[in-house]
């Protein structure tokens, strides 16, 4: 089986939390295009969970279901290329370094398909597994691609293409499922206080990229 590499997004392949970029833009582009609609759900949700009275999964959930249809294909490209100038180009580096020993290259993340899937190809990564959008599932299947749920769909990704996890680059804790599968390396990117503080207390070994 190829050897794979499993890259984080937000925090680790670029500097920051993507999606709070996406709400944003797609707050100030339905302001611009007179969809006032759109713009009064997102900042209901995001005041839910700004009060605590919602969970960031179904606040994510929410939406992407109103902002799906609105931003298509040209909208989707003028996003990413407002994120991709916040790469991390020392782990992008390091990234481009594996795939020298031919393994693959899979950018799995919390974030939606719909522009992480740009984003792997606009990096010219091999795949991707990520949260999916609304329409692709019922409302009572729909899950974030974040911690176990991550880990299990990850792997059945690798799975399902005939790969094997070898190495996983991160900078959260909400990745220990995935940090404690079996693998030749577990690299750990800027990682805060409390993931060092959880890898410790699981016992996971771990190099960490500066």
Not at 96 to 120: D, E, G, N, V
Not at 157 to 169: E, F, P, R, V, Y
């Amino acid at each position: 089986m190829q050897k794979a590499i499993v890259i984080d997004l937000d925090g680790t392949l670029l500097v920051i939390n993507t999606f709070k970029h996406y709400i944003g833009f797609v707050g100030k582009l339905a302001c611009q295009k007179g969809r006032l609609d759109i713009a009064v759900v997102l900042a209901f949700w995001v005041g839910l969970r700004k009060c605590r009275w919602v969970t960031h999964e179904r606040m994510k959930y929410h939406i992407l279901k109103c902002s799906e249809h609105f931003m298509d294909k040209h909208r989707l490209d003028r996003f990413v290329d407002s994120i991709v100038p916040f790469l991390n180009k020392k782990v992008y580096e390091n990234a481009l370094a594996y795939r020298k020993q031919h393994y693959w290259l899979c950018l799995s993340t919390a974030a939606p398909i719909s522009y992480a899937s740009l984003i792997a190809q606009r990096l010219s990564l091999d795949s991707v597994c990520a949260t999916p959008m609304p329409s692709q599932t019922g409302s009572r299947m729909w899950k974030e691609n974040v911690k176990e749920t991550k880990c299990k769909n990850t792997l059945q990704h690798l799975n399902q293409n005939g790969l094997q996890l070898a190495a996983l680059m991160t900078d959260h804790s909400d990745d220990t499922p995935l940090l404690k599968v079996a693998k030749e390396e577990n690299i750990l990117v800027n990682p805060s206080i409390k993931t060092l503080k959880m890898v410790n207390q699981n016992h996971i070994v771990y190099t960490i990229l500066k």
